[in-house]
Every structure is written in structure tokens, then in C-alpha cells.
């Protein structure tokens, strides 16, 4: 069974930053895509980041330049560095993994971004 564990969520002050990490468990074969969406309270999931297995990325409009994805294979992990946060950054963030056969969902964790 496939388990995705996410770590980093927590309150921080605008401008402040957080590091979002998403460990899967479980026997996964040939991880094409990992990385992030968020939904705010009222608001449809959005993407906010995406790593392919051989790196190539992808950002949100809104958090290019702030946020940087990366991903380490051997572990199947995929992180999130979250820079100069913003108040409408606040949400829960789910990590998500896309293989051949399946994807994935992590449960979330809540990023509040208040002073």
C-alpha cells in the first residue's frame, strides 16, 4: 500500500518560509510526475509545482521566483521551498505522485501565512 507523508506545514509571517517535504511509502513503479497543489478555503485545488522524473519543472504563475520544487528519486521524496510568503499563500498543500499505474495523494498539511 502506497502511503504519501507530508512534513513542513505550519504558521509563519508574510515574507517568511516554510519547506514543504512529501516522503512516499510503498511499493511505487516508475514515478513519472511528483508535486504540489493547494486549496484554500472556498477555492478549487489549484497546481502549484511539478518535478518530472528527469527534472523539468513547472510553476504556478503566482509563486515563480518564490517557490522552487525538487525531488530526490532515491527516496521518492519531493520538496518544496516556499520563499517571501504572501497571505494569499495560505492553504492546505497536497503532495501528489503520478506513476505508470496510479496516482497519488498525500493528506495535506495547512500553510498559514498571517502576522
Known amino acids: 500500500q502506497v502511503q504519501l507523508v507530508e512534513f513542513g506545514g505550519g504558521l509563519v509571517q508574510p515574507g517568511g518560509s516554510l519547506r514543504l517535504s512529501c516522503a512516499a511509502s510503498?511499493?511505487?513503479?516508475?514515478?513519472?510526475?511528483m508535486g504540489w497543489y493547494r486549496q484554500a478555503p472556498g477555492e478549487q485545488r489549484e497546481l502549484v509545482a511539478t518535478i518530472t522524473s528527469s527534472g523539468s519543472t513547472n510553476y504556478l504563475d503566482s509563486v515563480k521566483g518564490r517557490f522552487t520544487i525538487s525531488s530526490d528519486n532515491a527516496k521518492n521524496t519531493v520538496y518544496l521551498q516556499m520563499n517571501s510568503l504572501k497571505p494569499e499563500d495560505t492553504a492546505v498543500y497536497y503532495c501528489y505522485v503520478l506513476s505508470l499505474r496510479d496516482d497519488y495523494w498525500g493528506q495535506g498539511t495547512q500553510v498559514t501565512v498571517s502576522s
Open positions: 510503498g511499493s511505487i513503479l516508475s514515478i513519472v510526475t
